[in-house]
C-alpha cells in the first residue's frame, strides 16, 4: 500500500525526472473556477429566463417566496426520488435510455429552479422596479461567491431544493 507521504515523494521524484511536467496542486482552482461556473451559469439562465418568459419566472419566484418550507420539502424528496430512480434504471442496463433524459431533464430544472431562487433573494434584496440587469447581477454574485467560499455548498443546495420545488410543483400539477 502506497502511503500518501510516499505518493507525494514520487510526484516530486516525476517532476524532477521530467521537467516538462507540470504537477500542481491547488485548492483554489477548483473554487475559483467553481464560482466562476456557478456565476455565468446563474447570470445568463438568469437572463434567458427573463428575456423569454418574465411572468412563469416573477411567478415562480413568487412561489418559492410564499411557501420556501413547503418548496424545499418536495425539492428534496423529488431529488433524492430522481436520484434513486436513475440508479434502478442504470442497474437494468436497458432503462440507461430512460435514466438520461431523465436526469437531463431534471438537471436543466434544477438550473431553472437554483436561479428562481436566487432571483427571489436578490429581488427581495434589490428589487426590479429599474430593471431585471441588477437583481440578475445580484443573485450570480451571490451564487459565484457562494461558491467561492466552499462552505457555501449547503446554502447553494438549500436554495436551489426552494426554486427546484417550487418550478417542478408547477410543471406536474
Request: charged fraction near 10%; include cysteine; proline fraction near 3%.
Amino acid at each position: 500500500m502506497i502511503e500518501p507521504t510516499q505518493s507525494v515523494l514520487a510526484g516530486l521524484l516525476v517532476a524532477q525526472t521530467y521537467p516538462g511536467i507540470g504537477i500542481e496542486i491547488d485548492a483554489t482552482d477548483g473554487l475559483l473556477g467553481g464560482a466562476v461556473s456557478a456565476f455565468l451559469t446563474t447570470l445568463i439562465v438568469g437572463a434567458i429566463m427573463i428575456a423569454v418568459a418574465p411572468a412563469f419566472t416573477e411567478r415562480m419566484m413568487a412561489d418559492a417566496l410564499e411557501n420556501p418550507v413547503g418548496s424545499f420539502v418536495y425539492g428534496i424528496l423529488s431529488i433524492v426520488g430522481i436520484v434513486m430512480l436513475a440508479f434502478l434504471l442504470f442497474i437494468t442496463l436497458v432503462g440507461i435510455l430512460v435514466a438520461i433524459p431523465l436526469l437531463l431533464v431534471a438537471y436543466l430544472l434544477w438550473a431553472i429552479g437554483t436561479v428562481v431562487g436566487y432571483l427571489a433573494i436578490a429581488d427581495r434584496l434589490v428589487g426590479h422596479e429599474d430593471g431585471w440587469l441588477k437583481p440578475v447581477l445580484v443573485a450570480a454574485g451571490f451564487n459565484g461567491a457562494l461558491a467561492l467560499t466552499g462552505i457555501g455548498g449547503l446554502v447553494s443546495l438549500c436554495v436551489g431544493a426552494v426554486g427546484f420545488g417550487a418550478v417542478l410543483r408547477d410543471v406536474l400539477d
